[in-house]
């Protein structure tokens, strides 16, 4: 632990961390406060919360009224609004005759809305419409006609309708009435297939939070009780039309949900404490702490809160989306930390921040030698562990990519997606975020491991840790795999290391780079690897389905539909006689929901069929056998038979009598169900999925066509793909092994009409002669390589945000973000590319939608032209249109002949048709569509083809007039058809891996480029900056390594180079003239201090000649003081040529590594002996050890020394102290003498610059030259008449180059 | 030893590995050895899987004898306590469920078990019955009602399950309560 430190407190100082507790703080009271709140209200009597409750449900009783009202207001608006269209009043008016205006206007509002609109002129007759029809309501049209607005419910036995009609005036005249259709309810469970929204009922209940119903008649409000509230429902002309009734709000049903509100609010407060706490706990109180301590604080700190939010069902108990539906995604890893993909999200990121806080990141200087002390039998076996651990590690990342698979329902390999679902992006989010930490870990490991045991140790265990793991039995990542991952982070701990010891890995951004890169090279190929398996799997899943026809479920399907059928006959004794009680019974049963062709019939004592509903392709057969069914038969009889198509048609029929309420002596009636499981059809030749359970295990469900075929006795039967050759057998080992296996199933891959497939064979019943195979296409590699390239685009997302993420963070400290040329350059060129790429993919899906519809469209004409004809031939033996018949025999031919169900509509109303039953049920409209009518039977097109829909459900119907031979319109025939999705998908695919395949090349073509661009872009820029620095630092001679480049920075690199050479020549010149003058100046001053002396000498020589001559009796005397004078001059000339020579020479230095404290004792010393001053000596604490030439050190510091000794005029006290600085050792010399004046000190420094009256003013200069030779700093501060102080400052250790 | 593994790089190194086993490798789900009887393939037998199974308290242990009267009984009393151990022991890697307020479809185990906990959760169980059981070309299935109070309001449901043998387990492929 540092020193001076205690943990755990000094943190709470900071600014952060206290905005960081009061926001804690006042979180934690509102917890409190809640807390407080919810014990106080559950402790109140529950006699407070039935008055609440009353209130309540009288205020949903309200608002469900309040609803049903808006929703007529707003139809009778909307009337209104038709009502004011100028063509609906030229028309009406009688000023034109033309309607097809009145259908364009009409259909626009119609569509918008999403209501029925028609149009009636005066006499009650139908001019125009648009969408649903229903109930003529002729009685209410003759109200509105009368000048009165009214309204009504209809009711079908599949919806709801509130029909509202307002009259037309023109002058205070009715012209006419318009009536608008909104459809209220349909009834369950068809409502997710046939509205394309929910109904009232469903949104008023979403919107209060209770159950609502609407009721009309014949359904009535039944004997009030205490869990529903009703009230009457009224028109807008006043007439009570229904009822509404909401669920009673109970007071323990309040108190429950205002207490559960309580609880959630606890749950949100509770975890944002949790959360905020545990952060600033590892972030600030452990940032003091050692290593260890920081990575055990953090690993209980983080995880701790983690499974308390798992405790609390945080996030997803507030989030509630797909992200945390278990329908979607759920694992069994870590107890449930992983049960939905949002709370694996929650463990990943919890995970990721204990290794950002809780582990520091290696760096060079922390990469120890340590490992090399320790046993070598320890490092080996530290190794070994180490090496098993990856590998063990590596395996769960298989494994949680199995997991995102196989515990999912979402489709990964489908490549008609452009893009991952938002839930599949934060799985393989995860997924790449697991792989990358396990790649750091690994890379640490490595790292550890190739230190101890080098690489030959390292290589050797590594491949055993690797063949160990190839004998395990299908290992979730194969051999190559891990082998290309280890030798991919191999590569990249070789290279992280360089010459001089940088280890550039470990920067942050590079590190990241380098983690991403190895969880890329260990996660595609494991993707790749495990979609196959999963489609495998799901194959597996389907074949077993259909070998293995699941009776009892059918058995139920029909027993279910018998309870409804005796139930809805009989709860009143007319309903065995309502011919919609059939279907009524059908929608309210299994039969429906899962999408099977069923009768469900309701037969009068004497056989007279009283009700019947039949749907779905496989009812001819179901007939017949359902027909079969004695009308006693209380039970299921079943039967096989073998219809069209691969799969078998199983049959299942079932009877039951039913008392006729209240009459019990007369006869029952017999309800009876048929229901055949097959292929699933609403439209004759084709497959959609409208009615069925959408979700069941269905050929549909595969992006990869399935081919079903049948083999009896090794010999092809029958196949579901005609490009399978009828030749094609079961091969005979095959034939020999499969059924021996147990179970009964093998998987081949084989090729099949030139086409590779991998299919799977499964032996069907208990003989063994009939084999089915499943075969799945073989996915194309560019395929394959679309769904990896969704990967990456996860990836390329999870950099981006990384980078925001760093961006914003700067600019929010306040730093400058800077981008390189070649980040610029690699931003827009991938906009550039990204762009186009996505108009290019829009368009295409336009493109090839609209190309379908085409084709569609051809498709139709030549049936409907087929049909018309037929029709048009039975239509010659008809007297008029409207006495046109068809047989339904004959109906049936045609439809059989054209492979398509058709209808005739004659005028606007529904004649014949193929599939009757679909219409005089109510599932579809038995009116021509507006649109047709108007551009066929008034626009008198040939042909003409739209979209239709059933709620969401979209398919093609084209319209053909029929045309007698007299060129007279018998009427309308139209085709039906689905719009074949999966065509469509296939188109799009195939598109779309062309698209995506060329983008793919291009980005990485750009990624490879970009870089290149850019380093050859900005190189020469890079070299000229650093050139420039070099010139700033004195190097001129550049010439040589100038860039060699061209254009405007070879412009720029030779303007470049003439400078440098021009301030070369400047400086040369400068140098020069600095070096004459410098050389002037010296010997002027040399000969001013040589001139000095020698005049005295001059003089005392002539003095002592003229005194000889004169023989003057002091002759002596004269001599002796002549010499001593002579001597002393001489001596002065000495010196001054030393320091001359001192100054100009270059010393040969010797450098070794001095003791700075005795440099300083020996230099005081010296002063000690001569001089009075008294000198006090500090050296404080052990001093490091400096690089200097001993003597050199010493001589400046003696002429320090000398300088104060002179300034204080040989007396007084001089302090000298040594000490350590970080890096650095400081002396410095304090003297008490006169001081330094402030225009002298910032010459102090120059060579020839001295305030005394002797030297040549270089000792200084010589000081400071040594000083800055080691590299170090002088400085002087000084106060005039206090005295000075000279700082000097050495590097300790090693001089810098 | 120990100082080595507390104090060093190199020791805090395998710290954080052995914390990324703890959290996720060891306990990363395989396939269940009932899927491999299928002859299903790329499966593993590894450590992981077993340790797995071991670690789920409810899963594969009382099953492995248990007819099909017992695991019907068994679902029953499980839905009727509101608890989904019992029926989650059950369950086959994959299963068709379909339940009220939802779309049906094929789930895994795991998930199949997270969303029956979800669904019992909302609801509170007043009645469950199994009414009739059958078996067909040695599938047994059973059929019956279910009563649930939710928010106040009562709801009632049919119960379907269908089970197959797997190897030497009774397991449920099908489990619907609509």
């Not at chain 1, 463990?347 to 922390?366: D, K, M, N, R």
């Not at chain 1, 398919?955 to 007279?968: C, E, K, S």
């Not at chain 1, 970009?1010 to 010439?1039: E, N």
């Not at chain 1, 004792?1161 to 404080?1180: I, M, S």
Request: charged share 20%.
């Amino acid at each position: 632990m540092p020193t001076g430190s205690v943990p755990g407190v000094s943190w709470l100082s900071s600014t952060r961390s206290r905005r960081a507790l009061s926001f804690v703080g006042i979180a934690t009271v509102l917890l409190l406060g809640a807390w407080g709140l919810r014990a106080y209200e559950a402790s109140r009597p529950p006699g407070r919360w039935t008055a609440l409750a009353e209130e309540r449900s009288e205020e949903h009783l309200q608002s469900a009224a309040r609803a049903f009202t808006e929703l007529q207001r707003a139809s009778r608006e909307l009337a209104s609004d038709v009502g004011a269209i100028p063509a609906v009043i030229m028309y009406l008016n009688g000023e034109t005759t033309d309607r097809r205006p009145l259908f364009d206007a009409v259909g626009r509002i119609a569509v918008s809305s999403g209501t029925g609109i028609e149009i009636y002129d005066s006499q009650g007759e139908l001019v125009s419409w648009c969408g649903q029809s229903g109930d003529a309501g002729r009685h209410e049209i003759g109200r509105a006609l009368s000048g009165s607005i009214a309204s009504f419910v209809s009711r079908n036995a599949v919806s709801s309708q509130m029909v509202t009609a307002v009259p037309v005036r023109q002058n205070a005249r009715v012209i006419g009435a318009i009536v608008v259709r909104q459809t209220i309810e349909v009834a369950s469970p068809l409502r997710n297939r046939f509205l394309g929204r929910e109904g009232l009922a469903e949104q008023v209940s979403g919107a209060l939070g209770v159950p609502v119903e609407y009721l009309f008649p014949p359904d009535t409000v039944r004997t009030p009780d205490s869990l529903w509230r009703a009230m009457p429902l009224v028109g807008l002309d006043s007439v009570r039309v229904g009822d509404v009734r909401v669920a009673a709000t109970s007071g323990p049903g309040l108190s429950d949900q205002w207490l559960g509100f309580i609880s959630d609010v606890m749950c949100i407060l509770g975890s944002v404490i949790l959360i905020v706490l545990a952060l600033v706990t590892v972030r600030m109180a452990l940032e003091r702490v050692s290593p260890l301590q920081r990575f055990l604080g953090t690993l209980v700190i983080l995880w701790g809160a983690r499974v308390v939010l798992l405790l609390l069902d945080m996030p997803g108990r507030v989030v509630g989306t797909p992200l945390f539906d278990p329908m979607v995604y759920a694992s069994t890893f870590g107890g449930g930390l992983a049960r939905s993909a949002g709370d694996m999200m929650v463990s990943v990121v919890t995970l990721l921040l204990t290794f950002v806080l809780g582990i520091a990141p290696a760096t060079c200087t922390q990469v120890r030698e340590a490992g090399t002390r320790r046993p070598t039998a320890l490092r080996l076996l530290v190794s070994v562990i180490a090496v098993a651990l990856v590998l063990l590690l590596a395996r769960g990342v298989g494994a949680s990519v199995r997991s995102i698979l196989y515990d999912s329902t979402l489709t990964f390999g489908d490549p008609a997606l452009l893009l991952p679902l938002p839930v599949m992006g934060v799985l393989l989010l995860n997924a790449i975020l697991l792989a990358a930490m396990l790649s750091v870990v690994a890379f640490e490991a490595m790292r550890a491991v190739v230190r101890w045991i080098r690489w030959t140790g390292a290589a050797i265990l590594g491949g055993a840790g690797v063949t160990l793991y190839a004998l395990q039995d299908e290992p979730l990542i194969t051999v190559p795999v891990l082998g290309a991952w280890l030798l991919v982070m191999a590569m990249i701990l070789r290279m992280s290391t360089d010459g001089g010891g940088r280890q550039w890995l470990l920067t942050g951004p590079t590190r990241i780079l380098a983690a991403l890169l190895c969880s890329a090279v260990l996660l595609l190929p494991v993707l790749d690897r495990q979609v196959g398996d999963r489609d495998r799997s799901k194959l597996e899943t389907f074949a077993a389905e259909v070998v293995r026809p699941v009776d009892g479920w059918l058995k139920f399907i029909v027993e279910d539909g018998l309870q409804h059928l005796t139930t809805v006959v009989g709860t009143s004794p007319n309903n065995a006689a309502d011919p919609a009680v059939a279907l009524r019974a059908w929608a309210q049963s299994a039969a429906c929901r899962e999408g099977y062709s069923s009768i469900f019939e309701v037969v009068g004592p004497d056989g007279t069929p009283l009700s019947r509903f039949a749907i779905g392709g496989q009812t001819g057969v179901a007939e017949q056998v359902g027909g079969a069914v004695p009308l006693d038969t209380v039970g299921v009889l079943r039967v096989k038979s073998i219809g069209d198509g691969v799969s078998a048609v199983r049959v299942y029929a079932g009877s039951v009598p039913v008392p006729v309420v209240p009459d019990p002596d007369r006869p029952p009636v017999h309800v009876r169900v048929t229901v055949a499981a097959g292929e699933e059809q609403l439209f004759r030749g084709a497959n959609p999925a409208v009615l069925r359970g959408l979700s069941r295990e269905t050929l549909e469900s595969f992006y990869r066509p399935i081919t079903i075929t049948e083999y009896r006795d090794g010999l092809f039967l029958r196949s579901t793909n005609k490009a399978f050759p009828f030749t094609h057998v079961l091969p005979q080992d095959l034939r020999e092994s499969l059924p021996a296996r147990v179970p009964p199933m093998e998987w081949r891959s084989e090729v099949i009409g030139g086409s590779p497939y991998e299919s799977f064979y499964v032996v069907r019943g208990d003989e063994g002669r009939s084999v089915v195979g499943l075969s799945m296409e073989d996915q194309p590699l560019i395929m394959r390589l679309v769904g990896l390239v969704k990967v990456v685009f996860v990836y390329v997302l999870l950099l981006a945000c990384w980078g925001v993420t760093i961006v914003v963070r700067r600019r929010l400290a306040g730093e400058k973000v800077q981008f390189t040329f070649r980040d610029r350059l690699l931003g827009m060129m991938f906009l550039v590319t990204l762009v186009p790429l996505g108009v290019l993919l829009l368009y295409s899906q336009l493109d090839v939608r609209d190309r379908m519809i085409e084709s569609t469209a051809l498709r139709l004409e030549d049936q409907t032209s087929g049909i018309a004809q037929d029709i048009a031939g039975i239509g010659e033996h008809a007297d008029a249109s409207s006495e046109l018949e068809v047989r339904p025999d004959r109906v049936e031919l045609i439809a059989s002949n054209a492979g398509t169900d058709f209808n005739l509509y004659v005028g606007n109303e529904l004649r014949i048709s193929s599939r009757p039953e679909l219409y005089t049920s109510g599932l579809l409209d038995p009116r021509i569509s507006g649109s047709a009518y108007a551009e066929v039977v008034l626009g008198g097109k040939w042909f003409w083809v739209e979209t239709e829909h059933i709620g969401q459900f979209r398919y093609v119907v084209g319209y053909r007039p029929v045309i007698d031979a007299a060129g007279g319109v018998i009427g309308v025939v139209s085709v039906p058809t689905v719009f074949r999705q999966d065509e469509l998908d296939r188109g799009l695919v195939a598109r779309h891996a062309v698209l995506f395949g060329v983008y793919a090349v291009v980005l990485l073509a750009m990624l490879i480029i970009t870089p290149v661009l850019a380093h050859r872009f900005a190189s020469p820029v890079l070299q000229l900056t650093s050139l420039a620095r070099a010139v700033g630092k004195g190097d001129l001679d550049i010439s040589r390594r100038l860039p060699r480049a061209d254009g405007e920075i070879g412009e720029l690199v030779h303007a470049f180079d003439s400078m440098t050479q021009e301030i070369a020549r400047s400086r040369d010149s400068l140098v020069k003239v600095e070096r004459e003058l410098a050389w002037k100046e010296m010997a002027r001053q040399v000969a001013h201090e040589i001139r000095n002396p020698l005049t005295p000498m001059k003089l005392s020589i002539q003095h002592l000649r003229r005194t000889y001559l004169d023989g003057a009796p002091d002759f002596p005397d004269i001599m002796e003081r002549v010499t001593r004078t002579t001597i002393a001059q001489i001596d002065a000339l000495g010196r001054i040529a030393a320091e001359f020579a001192s100054f100009a020479r270059m010393p040969r230095r010797v450098v070794v590594a001095c003791d700075p404290g005795e440099i300083v004792r020996e230099a005081v010393a010296l002063f000690r002996q001569d001089t009075a001053v008294r000198f006090e000596l500090q050296a404080e604490g052990p001093l490091p050890s400096i690089q200097a030439d001993r003597e050199e050190l010493r001589r400046a510091c003696i002429n320090i020394i000398r300088n104060g000794v002179q300034a204080m005029g040989g007396a007084g006290v001089m302090e000298v102290r040594v000490s350590a600085a970080p890096g650095l050792v400081q002396i410095s010399f304090t003297d008490h003498g006169t001081g330094i004046p402030d225009e002298v000190k910032p010459k102090l420094f120059q060579p020839k610059f001295s305030t005394k009256t002797d030297g040549m003013g270089l000792g200084l200069a010589i000081v400071k030259k040594t000083i800055d030779d080691l590299g170090g700093t002088i400085t002087i501060e000084s106060t005039v008449g206090k005295g000075t102080t000279v700082v000097i400052g050495i590097p300790a250790g090693e001089i810098p180059a | 030893m120990v100082y080595f593994f507390a104090s060093s790089q190199e020791g805090r190194n395998v710290f954080s590995i052995m914390l990324y086993i703890l959290l996720m490798g060891a306990w990363s789900p395989g396939a269940p050895p009932a899927e491999q009887a299928e002859g299903s393939g790329a499966l593993p037998q590894g450590a992981t899987s077993q340790l797995r199974r071991s670690l789920l308290p409810s899963r594969g242990k009382e099953s492995v004898a248990a007819g099909p009267r017992e695991v019907f009984t068994a679902v029953e009393q499980g839905l009727a306590a509101g608890n989904v151990e019992p029926v989650s022991t059950h369950l086959d890697s994959r299963v068709y469920m379909q339940l009220r307020g939802s779309e049906g479809g094929y789930h895994s185990s795991t998930q199949a078990y997270y969303i029956l906990s979800a669904f019992l959760k909302a609801r509170k169980p007043a009645s469950v019955a199994f009414t009739t059981y059958g078996e067909t070309d040695g599938a047994p299935y059973a059929t019956g009602a279910a009563s649930f109070i939710t928010r106040g309001m009562r709801e009632d449901l049919q119960i379907y399950v269908a089970l197959h043998l797997s190897g030497d387990r009774w397991v449920i492929t099908h489990l619907n309560m609509y």
